[in-house]
């Protein structure tokens, strides 16, 4: 769990960032769904999953 501070910037605990390699300087995406709610997703991982997508269109 995470508390969201006065300005809506959130602290990823440290285990998180371990787990999915979160270092400072990254940058993150935020996704949401009204219905299923709020993702983050280093940025480098979503232009892999673009390019993919790129490739099987041809």
Known sequence: MVKV???GQIVI???A???F?????DV???LGDEEQGIALL???DFMAM???MRHMET
């Not at 390699?21 to 300087?25: L, N």
């Open 50 to 52: 673009v390019q993919a």
């Open 42 to 44: 280093k940025e480098q």
């Open 21 to 25: 390699d979160i270092k400072p300087g």
């Open 28 to 30: 993150l995406m935020v």
């Open 5 to 7: 501070g006065e300005k």
């Open 17 to 19: 960032r371990k787990i």
């Open 13 to 15: 605990p440290a285990k």
